[in-house]
């Protein structure tokens, strides 16, 4: 029997969300133009399609940024709080793209070099680290600029 065009079953869907905290280039987080070219930069580099994007600087009470691409298997988008040194960072992706996403994600951490970064899976994100991090966060290793080149993947060998 052929497979339902709405099964899942085939094609996992997976929602990635991380937490960047006190990120050291404050200036970046700032920058619109950047965030989204780096955002489309790296999806493509690490083998993932874009298809559209956009992004907005918000200027009423903040400085953040807001950019998102449409990717061939969903959607990215990263959002800035400059004032509190936070970067949270989202790719869904439907299919087995967890290497790619990867490699997306190693990029994303050289270009913000957070402090304190976490893989957040329940969604509960706040703007600054939380005084008593959730017991399921997961802290992130942020790779150096040389790793990711010498070993291609984004990943450490």
Sequence with gaps: MAAS???????????????????RDLLLLKSGRAIARSLKE???????????????KFTDGGEGVTAVQIIGASCAD???WPEFGTVVVRCFACGD?????????????SKFRPQDPYEIPDRNIPTSLPDAIPPNWR????PK??????????THA
């Design 139 to 142: 802290p992130l290793q942020v």
């Design 145 to 154: 600029f040389a790793d990711l080149k010498q070993n291609g993947t984004g």
């Design 42 to 56: 790296y999806l493509q580099n690490a083998g993932i399609p874009t298809l559209a994007g956009a992004h907005h």
């Design 5 to 23: 065009l709405f099964s899942t079953a085939d094609r996992p869907e997976r929602d990635h969300l991380w937490g960047f905290y006190n990120c």
């Design 78 to 80: 990263v959002h800035t």
């Design 97 to 109: 793209k967890d290497k790619e996403v990867q490699k997306f994600l190693a990029s994303m951490l």
